[in-house]
């Protein structure tokens, strides 16, 4: 059993949540923060930006992977992912930028992609 659309999926998040990280990383240096956000703004949007990202990719991945060693055809594997990495790079730019339209978007394309994975699981488990 191979899940080779699952892998790509897998390293684009990881690619990702580097991404998040480092200018957490970076702030906490600047402000001299190394525990919690000491009151910084910036610092706050960027801790949960990555923590939201950290809640919510891992079940995704575990999920979306389940989906496809399933042998659910490749097309809704496709569709999934696609929806699920919108979904967190919408939230991460509404988060980061202060676009509530955005961040609220994205976490209906992430819950979207967690419950039709959800969905295709239990009927897949039922047949």
């Given at each position: 059993m191979t899940t080779p659309i699952t892998s790509i999926f897998a390293a684009v998040f990881a690619v990702c949540l580097v991404a998040l990280s480092l200018?957490?990383?970076?702030?906490?240096?600047?402000?001299?923060?190394?525990v919690g956000d000491?009151?910084?703004?910036?610092?706050?949007?960027?801790?949960?930006?990555?923590?939201?990202?950290i809640e919510y990719v891992p079940l995704g991945?575990?999920?979306?992977?389940?989906?496809e060693a399933h042998a659910a055809p490749a097309w809704i594997v496709l569709v999934i992912g696609i929806?699920?990495?919108?979904g967190r790079l919408l939230h991460?730019?509404?988060?980061?930028?202060?676009?509530?339209?955005?961040?609220?978007?994205?976490?209906?394309?992430?819950y979207a992609a967690l419950l039709v994975a959800a969905g295709?699981?239990?009927?897949?488990?039922a047949l």
């Open positions: 200018p957490v990383s970076l702030r906490r240096t600047k402000v001299g923060e190394m000491g009151a910084d703004e910036t610092l706050r949007r960027r801790i949960r930006a990555q923590g939201n990202f991945i575990i999920s979306l992977g389940l989906v929806i699920l990495a919108s991460a730019i509404g988060m980061l930028g202060g676009s509530a339209f955005m961040r609220g978007f994205g976490m209906l394309l992430t295709r699981l239990v009927m897949d488990a």
